[in-house]
């Protein structure tokens, strides 16, 4: 949720500043990706991408002009063996799911 964060802020930056593309935190912190690249960042993180677009060029041409955040998914579990949190106390261990981010793109 770190890195989405921080590539929000950087891509709202960037939009702010009228820099025509979105740049990214995660693998280019100080430069200008293309909406394919942020895409395929996001999901390399582990993100489940949802696009909305408006216009009918192809991504090429797009620039990302919003990334949100979308639902965590996560499971919570007790008596994991070998995660040991605190004596006496259950183990517990949370598991994250499922994560989503919502990508916006002008095309």
Do not use: F
Not at 9 to 15: F, N, Q
Not at 72 to 96: C, E, K, Q
Request: hydrophobic fraction near 35%; charged fraction near 15%.
């Amino acid at each position: 949720m770190k890195k989405l964060a921080t590539t929000v802020g950087t891509i709202m930056a960037a939009t702010a500043l009228g820099l025509g593309t979105a740049a990214t935190a995660v693998a280019a912190p100080s430069g200008v990706s293309s909406a394919d690249q942020t895409l395929t960042e996001l999901r390399a993180d582990g993100y489940n991408v949802i696009v909305s677009r408006t216009g009918t060029g192809t991504i090429d041409k797009c620039s990302v002009t919003d990334v949100r955040p979308g639902q965590t998914y996560s499971r919570t579990d007790s008596g994991v063996p070998g995660h040991i949190l605190g004596t006496p106390g259950p183990n517990i261990a949370t598991t994250v799911m499922n994560k989503t981010a919502h990508v916006t793109l002008a095309c």
